[in-house]
């Protein structure tokens, strides 16, 4: 069996760290306000639809 240098094990530690902390960028930075601003949405609209009328418009998203 082939042995990988040490060279090869940093670099794919790094590219490994690289596709991680961009997945976890995603997951803590950008998930929860997306989900915030879509629960404010389904708010608004339920809260219409109780009162009987048309949900305004919604905001922009963040």
Partial sequence: M???ST???????????LLLGSF???????LPPRLEWRWREDCRQALAELEGREAPAPEAPM
Wanted: overall charge positive; glycine content about 20%; aromatic content about 14%.
């Fill in 24 to 30: 976890l960028n995603v997951v803590i930075l950008r």
């Fill in 2 to 4: 082939a042995t990988l």
């Fill in 7 to 17: 060279g090869w094990v940093v670099l794919g530690g790094f590219a490994f760290g």
